[in-house]
């Protein structure tokens, strides 16, 4: 029996066909661990602003790969060493880079979770899976922790221009339809240098570089900083919030959870405990979305008042309003809310599901992180901040801060009597 073909070519419609280059990295991507990024979404909750915003951290990864693919060809094409390893390192860490998301990514990775951001988790499942793959994995982690010796490879993977950013970029705006996402990382990448082992832009990518930082700051604040999506987010945190409050107070049986799921509710669960305990570990990989969904569906039907409602508002789409400013709300204006809410028959206690306070920020470019840096025709490499002629370059890397409250103004609509 012939050996199955392991090198695919797959259609994927922002970039058309991309190849899965090696036999290990099919192998990853036919792994659950990897698989399961079919059940998560990329953007959340945006699908409630952006219909066709249906894609997932599965489409994103291989993306990513795929950019990572095409940088390592460029450097490679402008005579630096490059070795048949060192690529398919960096095309493992970029691919398995968001292996570590939970459910709803972002949105949940807050409350789900004591403090445990999503890379932590990521790492954690690559040195599992290096184990498995015994030890094939060691120099694509030692990429994604930035312990290598040739430091450009970790700000392929991670920096404020690293293949993530430019596949995430392009995807979200091609799925949402906002043009503005476009960033043309085709471009950037054919520009793409190495000094000394860093990375740069040679200087004929600055205006490429500029329309990325642009797009990232306009993308932040229509797709992924929207007010609609922030007010259905704020409904799923305060739904999750609502059941580990019944879970912790009256027992395990009184809300229904996948028994993988359940665990995340009744136990706060840090890093340490993810590092110690194989069991937490072994649970996460086998939560997405769909337990998610399935749980508001069922929670819908719960004798508590405050789950129920929020969650038949969040299925039905009946959200939140929100009110955006540039400055805290007065204490007044927050007062004059809670009045409101407590006239429909509202507790203390409910109200904090009900009136959601908080900020959203957003900087395109921070000079202080790891720098874009630019090579001019001399040889010398300075800062994009400083390499730009645009006036508004230096106005990106400012960080953009706006403050939200959100409350259940279409509560009236709702069947909770007022002498409740």
């Known amino acids: 029996m012939s050996a199955p073909n392991k090198k695919k070519i797959l259609n994927d419609p922002v970039y058309g ?3 899965i280059p090696t036999e290990l990295l099919f192998d990853l991507v036919e792994h659950p661990y990897f698989q399961r990024l079919r059940r998560i979404k990329q953007l959340g909750l945006s699908e409630y602003v952006y219909p066709g915003a249906l894609h997932t951290r599965f489409h994103h990864a291989l993306g990513a790969m795929h950019l990572m693919g095409q940088a390592m060809s460029t450097l490679q094409s402008k005579g630096h060493s490059i070795s048949t390893e060192e690529c398919e390192a960096a095309q493992i860490a970029i691919l398995l880079h968001d ?4 459910p709803f990514s972002h949105v949940l990775e807050c409350c789900l979770l004591e403090d445990v951001p999503h890379e932590e988790i990521s790492l954690l499942l690559m040195r599992e899976l290096n184990q498995q793959f015994n030890g094939a994995l060691s120099l694509a982690i030692r990429m994604f922790e930035g312990t290598y010796e040739r430091p450009f490879f970790h700000q392929l993977i991670s920096s404020q221009l690293d293949m993530d950013r430019m596949d995430y970029l392009n995807r979200d705006g091609y799925y949402t339809g906002v043009a503005e996402g476009a960033i043309g990382a085709e471009r950037i990448i054919k520009m ?14 600055i205006l490429s570089v500029e329309n990325f930082l642009n797009a990232r700051r306009l993308m932040y604040w229509q ?3 929207h007010k609609t999506s922030i007010c259905a987010e704020s409904m799923l945190i305060q739904i999750l919030r609502r059941a580990r409050f019944l879970i912790r107070q009256t027992g395990a049986e009184a809300v229904f959870a996948p028994e993988s799921f359940r665990l995340f509710l009744q136990d706060s669960i840090s890093l340490a405990d993810f590092r110690t305990n194989q069991t937490y570990l072994d649970a996460f990989t086998r939560l997405d979305d769909f337990d998610i969904w399935f749980c508001i569906k069922q929670w819908a039907r719960h004798p508590d008042f405050v789950l129920s409602t929020l969650c038949q508002m969040l299925l039905d789409r009946r959200l939140f309003k929100i009110m955006l400013s540039t400055e805290p709300f007065a204490a007044e204006l927050l007062a004059e809310l809670e009045k409101q809410l ?3 028959g509202l507790t203390d206690e409910e109200l904090s599901y009900f009136l ?3 900020q959203a920020t957003n900087a395109a470019y921070l000079p202080s992180g790891d720098r874009i840096s630019i090579k001019l025709k001399s040889g010398k490499v300075i800062d994009i901040a400083d390499a730009s002629d645009l006036s508004n370059i ?4 400012n960080i953009v801060r706006r403050y939200y409250v959100c409350w ?3 509560l009236t609509l709702l069947s909770k009597p007022v002498s409740q």
Do not use: P
């Open 17 to 19: 066909f991309i190849t």
């Open 99 to 102: 292996v570590g998301h939970g």
């Open 192 to 205: 793409l240098d190495l000094v000394n082992d860093q990375l740069v832009v040679e200087a004929k990518g």
């Open 223 to 225: 797709v992924y900083l």
């Open 342 to 344: 407590h006239q429909l």
């Open 356 to 358: 959601v306070e908080g």
């Open 394 to 397: 230096q106005v990106l890397t």
């Open 408 to 410: 259940a103004k279409e």
